[in-house]
């Protein structure tokens, strides 16, 4: 038998040290894109992972601040470009807060995914399109479980842009 019952208040915990310590587990990068009323949006994601085979499912964790949180969960349908080593510039421009949501994948070469219209970015090492199947509450995130529609892996043989320490590297 366990023991539900709520423990003792976590004492107060630095969050710098909290996101060196998250930062010492090494993830890929990968970008998630949508469409909503016509226009592209898209956001550089590392907290992305597999959840489910029976059903397939994966996860992103999208700060409820950011203008894709809101967007991504309206449209319920998105697409995630896992990056390749030589797509840290990807990764950089749409992870830039602020920066102009017009036109913003005017410049990076992408097609559009069949089953959900969004893009997905030329010379990804794999390509999943997926449609919102669940979102949990992940304090200043949101935790949205997408159900994978397709896949592609369109370069089996390419390097992935890792992050690990505050720092892009490569396999």
Known sequence: MTDDSPGPPAPDLDRA????????????????????????????????????????????????????????????????????????????????????????????????GPATGAAVLDGALGVLECRTHAVHDGGDHSIVVGEVLTLQVPDPDGRPLIYYGGAYHAL
Not at 20 to 47: K, L, P, S, Y
Not at 79 to 106: N, P
């Open 17 to 112: 040290l909290f996101r060196e310590v998250a930062g010492r587990f090494a993830t890929g990068v990968a970008i998630v894109t949508t469409v909503a009323d016509g226009a592209d949006h898209a956001m550089t994601v590392n907290a992305f992972t597999s959840v489910s085979l029976e059903p397939l499912l994966v996860l992103v964790c999208v700060e409820r601040v950011a203008r894709f949180h809101d967007v991504v969960l309206a449209a319920g349908r998105w697409a995630v470009s896992v990056l390749a080593a030589d797509m840290r510039d990807a990764s950089e421009w749409f992870a830039t807060r602020g920066r102009a949501l017009d036109g913003g994948l005017r410049g990076w070469p992408h097609a559009r």
